[in-house]
Nanobody
């Protein structure tokens, strides 16, 4: 059973930066499509970014501010978040597509709070 463990969340002022990490236990991490999602209070979970063999993708609202990357030697995916906004306060989740066309493994989430 592959497990995902997020870290790096916290409290930051508007305009600040955070880097989230997601460590996995999978043996074939390099083959996984990895994604970041977020869920704000009272809202549905939304896609933020993903990375796979064919590139990185972002939701429009974070383009130019967030960067997703991966270190296959460390089985870890990162989300660098710059110029954070208060409305981006949410629980951020890491997810993986493992032998699946949809995200089928999820982390427990890490809280990101952006103060105004």
């Amino acid at each position: 059973q592959v497990q995902l463990v997020e870290s790096g969340g916290g409290l930051v002022q508007a305009g600040g930066s955070l880097r989230l990490s997601c460590a996995t236990s999978g043996r074939t991490f390099s083959s996984y499509t990895m994604g970041w999602f977020r869920q704000a209070p009272g809202k549905e979970r939304e896609f933020v970014a993903s990375i796979s063999w064919n590139g990185a993708y972002y939701t429009d609202s974070v383009k130019g501010r967030f960067t997703i990357s991966r270190d296959n030697a460390k089985n870890t995916v990162y989300l660098q978040m710059n110029s954070l906004k208060p409305e981006e306060t949410a629980v951020y989740y890491c997810a993986a597509k493992i032998s699946s066309s949809s995200y089928n493994v999820w982390g427990q989430g890490t809280q990101v709070t952006v103060s105004s």
